[in-house]
Structures are given as structure tokens and as C-alpha cells.
């Protein structure tokens, strides 16, 4: 246990509907990010925030996306109008901010199938 | 960011030491390398870092030869439990001021009884 917690652990929708995860990022941690991983390859960085602020997303983020942090602490990840593409292990991480090359702390991840 | 190389996959036995070789060829003189591992329906997990000659913790060495253009995970006498893909990942770590991490593909690692 990294002490990054995500819910829910796993999500199984049907193709259009929204769903919404979250991260609980080890408390003292600046620096969150959200990463998209699908079967057999290794993950994609999705988003990145330094407390509440969104400083950098990929093109991977889609207007179909959407992430918040709103108080610098926990982080959700909303997808509207799901496909079957987006079915894939959702991880967040988060590291301390304020130094290069910082390990970062990855949950669990959510999986999500879209049926 | 510079890319790398890793097998797809490896099979050992337990007690056996193993090596992972990653490439990158394109390093830049300001990158480091870093290792990580992961198992099935976790997220990675840091393993090593390192920018040149031998870096060993408690899990892992890792050895860097000069020219840096390659570098070499060795995990001693495996266990059932080191079964997991490692990832080499390259980069200076402070893109704008953060570490973006890019993933490989990464080395699936199968130990064996």
C-alpha cells in the first residue's frame, strides 16, 4: 500500500454513460497526475496538477474529459459519454512537489470496461 | 525525451539472478535513469534511479556504463514474487518543473519455480 487510495477499484458502464473516479493522494503531496493504461502496454500520462491547479494535459484528454482538484487534496477524473475505447486501467499518482526527479506514488487504479 | 528499448520478455528461475538490459541511445546529458515494476492490477512502483556507473538498495542494482547509452537492472536470486513487468524509463525529471513519467512498453518478467 502506497498510501494512494483510488475509487472505485473497478467500473463497468455502458457506452454513453458518465462516469467519475477519484484519487486520495498521500496527504502532505503537492503534485498529482492521472494516467491511462489499456492491456499489455505501459501507462499514459493523462493530466498533471501542482495543488489545485491543472498545469499540463495530454492530447490524450479528450473534451470528453475532465479533472478537478478543487481543494489540492483529492482529484476526480470525469469522463462524459463513454466509449468502448476508453475502457482501460485508470491510475493516479501523486509525488511531494518542490524537487526534480521525485518518485511518484501510484494507487491501485481503477479499471473501467465500457460495454 | 530519449526513448528505450527493454525486452518484451524474460523467464528465470527462483534463485537466480536476472538482468534487464535497456537501450537509449538518445540520452541526453542531463537524463536520469529510472526503474520501475509492476504487478498485476497495481500501479508501478519505483524502483531505482540512477545517472551513471552503479547504484545498488536494497531491491536492485542498476549499472550504467559510461557512454550511457544502455543500462542494466540486476534483481539477485528472484523469487516467485519478483514475477512483474519493469519499466526503463529516461528523462531529466524536470519537464516544466515536473516529472511526467513516460512509460515503455516494459519487460514482462515470469519467474519460475
Known amino acids: 500500500d502506497t498510501g494512494v487510495s483510488q475509487d472505485p477499484r473497478h467500473k463497468i458502464t455502458k457506452r454513453g454513460q458518465n462516469v467519475t473516479f477519484r484519487c486520495d493522494p498521500i496527504?502532505?503531496?503537492?503534485?498529482l497526475y492521472w494516467y491511462r493504461q489499456t492491456l499489455g502496454q505501459g501507462p499514459e500520462f493523462l493530466t498533471y496538477?501542482?495543488?489545485?491547479?491543472?498545469?499540463?494535459k495530454s492530447r490524450l484528454l479528450s473534451d470528453r474529459f475532465s479533472a478537478e482538484r478543487p481543494k489540492g487534496s483529492f482529484s476526480t477524473l470525469e469522463i462524459q459519454r463513454t466509449e468502448q475505447g476508453d475502457s482501460a486501467m485508470y491510475l493516479c499518482?501523486?509525488?511531494?512537489?518542490?524537487?526534480?526527479?521525485?518518485?511518484?506514488?501510484f494507487g491501485p487504479g481503477t479499471r473501467l470496461l465500457v460495454l | 525525451l530519449a526513448k528505450t528499448t527493454q525486452p518484451i520478455s524474460m523467464d528465470s528461475y527462483e534463485g537466480q539472478e536476472v538482468n534487464i538490459t535497456c537501450s537509449h541511445n538518445?540520452?541526453?546529458?542531463?537524463?536520469?535513469i529510472t526503474w520501475y515494476q509492476q504487478f498485476p492490477s497495481q500501479g508501478p512502483r519505483f524502483i531505482i534511479q540512477?545517472?551513471?556507473t552503479k547504484v545498488t538498495n536494497e531491491v536492485a542494482s542498476l549499472f550504467i556504463p559510461a557512454d550511457r547509452k544502455s543500462s542494466t537492472l540486476s534483481l539477485p536470486r528472484v523469487s516467485l514474487s519478483d514475477t512483474a513487468v519493469y519499466y526503463c524509463?529516461?528523462?531529466?525529471?524536470?519537464?516544466?518543473?515536473?516529472?511526467?513519467?513516460?512509460f515503455g512498453a516494459g519487460t514482462r518478467l515470469a519467474v519460475h519455480p
Open positions: 538518445n540520452i541526453a546529458t542531463n537524463d536520469y
Open positions: 496527504s502532505e503531496h503537492n503534485r
Open positions: 540512477g545517472y551513471k
Open positions: 524509463l529516461v528523462g531529466d525529471g524536470f519537464s516544466g518543473g515536473y516529472n511526467k513519467l513516460i
Open positions: 499518482a501523486s509525488s511531494p512537489g518542490g524537487g526534480q526527479r521525485e518518485t511518484q506514488y
Open positions: 496538477f501542482q495543488n489545485e491547479a491543472q498545469l499540463e
